[in-house]
T-cell receptor, first 115, second 112 residues
């Protein structure tokens, strides 16, 4: 199994450009997340989804959009990129089927620089 | 709003030392607390602590959960240079449909 795959790994954007970070998982997890991590900080939740067709905002959703048309895919769209969106982005998924499950499985991360 | 505070923010020790990392939390309806290790890339899972599992151990790492005082500690004994990493604590709230709230992490540096 590949787990969680996100692309691209690196990207440089100019201010005002748009792009989509792709994320797909092959573990049949219902829950999927997008986090951003700024230097020296923990993970801040951007958007999450509890199943296909359902998305909700996290702590820092401004400037981003998501969709969840299938269980496997959860792309993150950046509209009108700004320098404040320079960060490392992590996609993650998990299941919460039992009381003893809940660990997040992370993709390798996407380093985005906006100049 | 759920909140997770980790301390210390950073720690420098020598190989063989024992370290204790702290995580305090505020959550409306506690489901679980999770520890992750992050080494220059994506976080990897260490432990999950719940109401029914308040103590976990794996090799030199162990963790306990105090639900009354709302904190957890992560202990690492006989530290090695390979333990150098950022350790992240996260808490899950049953009322927030699967959201994990993370602390800012503790950066551990183990010197030879």
């Amino acid at each position: 199994n590949a787990g969680v795959t996100q692309t691209p790994k690196f990207r440089i954007l100019k201010i005002g450009q748009s792009m989509t970070l792709q994320c797909t998982q092959d573990m049949n997890h219902n829950y999927m997340y997008w986090y951003r991590q700024d230097p020296g900080m923990g993970l801040k939740l951007i958007y999450y989804s509890v199943g296909a067709g359902i998305t909700d905002k996290g702590e820092v959703p401004n400037g981003y959009n998501v969709s969840r048309s299938t269980t496997e895919d959860f792309p993150l769209r950046l509209e009108l990129a700004a320098p404040s969106q320079t960060s490392v982005y992590f996609c993650a998924s998990r299941d919460l089927w039992t009381e003893n499950t809940g660990e997040l499985f992370f993709g390798e991360g996407s380093r985005l620089t906006v100049l | 709003e759920d909140k997770v505070v980790q301390s210390p923010l950073s720690l420098v020790v020598h190989e063989g030392d024992t370290v204790t990392l702290n995580c305090s939390y505020e959550v409306t309806n506690f489901r679980s607390l999770l520890w992750y290790k992050q080494e220059k890339k994506a976080p990897t899972f260490l432990f999950m602590l719940t109401s029914s599992g308040i103590e976990k151990k794996s090799g030199r790492l162990s963790s306990i959960l105090d639900k009354k005082e709302l904190f957890s500690i992560l202990n690492i004994t006989a530290t090695q240079t390979g333990d150098s990493a950022v350790y992240l604590c996260a808490v899950d709230d049953r009322t927030n449909a699967g959201k994990s709230t993370f602390g800012d992490g503790t950066t551990l540096t183990v010197k030879p």
